[in-house]
Nanobody, 127 residues
């Protein structure tokens, strides 16, 4: 059964770093798809943060996180990481990972392209 589990959230001071992990359980075939990270802050709509193509050859970032966040994947561990540096209070949100419906090399941050979602992990940036 396909399942995505996010870990790594927590409380961090502005300027700090966190690394989120998204582990995909299920068959190997369930893993080699586009994987995206999304976030939802209180009172706001969910937004795309970053995604990585099935072959890890392509990545995509929201303008608000470019230069600060890095997405990567470890195919042996079936895990996708989101390294978040220089965190700001505006980054406070529940972060979700999602598996896309496509195994394309490229990816996008449109929610309708993602069919399977984790339960999320809370990231709080505050002094």
């Amino acid at each position: 059964q396909l399942r995505l589990v996010e870990t790594g959230g927590g409380l961090v001071q502005p300027g700090g770093s966190l690394r989120l992990s998204c582990t995909v359980s299920g068959s190997a075939l369930d893993y080699y798809y586009n994987i995206g990270w999304f976030r939802q802050a209180p009172g706001k709509e969910r937004e795309g943060v970053s995604c990585i193509g099935s072959s890890a050859g392509s990545t995509n970032y929201a303008d608000s996180v470019k230069g600060r966040f890095t997405i990567s994947r470890d195919n042996v561990k079936k895990t996708v990481y989101l390294q978040m540096n220089f965190l700001k209070p505006d980054d406070t949100a529940v972060y979700y990972c999602a598996r896309g419906t496509s195994a394309r090399a490229t990816c996008d941050l449109e929610e309708y392209d993602y069919a399977y979602w984790g339960l999320g992990t809370q990231v709080t940036v505050s002094s």
